[in-house]
């Protein structure tokens, strides 16, 4: 059975940083996408990054050059390293893992796999 764990989130100032992780467990995950979402009060759930298994890596716009992701195959674990963090980035955040290969890869229900979420919350 496939479980993604997500951790690292908490409260931060404006400006500040903070890292998430995420275990994965239950296969192995190398040849798989990976990556997160995340979701605000009132809103739809969001693409963030992904991480594909050849290194590539994608950003939605709103945390590009903010937001780094990176993942150690060995570990089958997957990060998000986010800096220079604003109200706006205030949400729930969830590790996903995409095993289809599908081309929509920033829409929700391309992703095979969703971890529990972890709250990140940026105060003003």
């Known amino acids: 059975q496939v479980q993604l764990v997500a951790s690292g989130g908490g409260l931060v100032q404006a400006g500040g940083s903070l890292r998430l992780s995420c275990a994965a467990s239950g296969r192995t995950f190398s040849s798989y996408r990976m990556g997160w979402f995340r979701q605000a009060p009132g809103k739809e759930r969001e693409f963030v990054a992904a991480a594909w298994s050849g290194g590539s890596t994608g950003y939605a716009d709103s945390v590009k050059g903010r937001f780094t992701i990176t993942r150690d195959n060995a570990k089958n674990m997957v990060y998000l390293q986010m800096n220079s963090l604003n109200p706006e980035d205030t949400a729930v955040y969830y590790c996903?893992?995409?095993?289809?290969?599908?081309?929509?890869?920033?829409?929700?229900?391309?992703?095979?796999?969703w971890g529990q979420g972890t709250q990140v919350t940026v105060s003003s």
């Open positions: 996903v893992v995409d095993k289809s290969g599908g081309s929509d890869w920033y829409l929700p229900r391309t992703w095979t796999y």
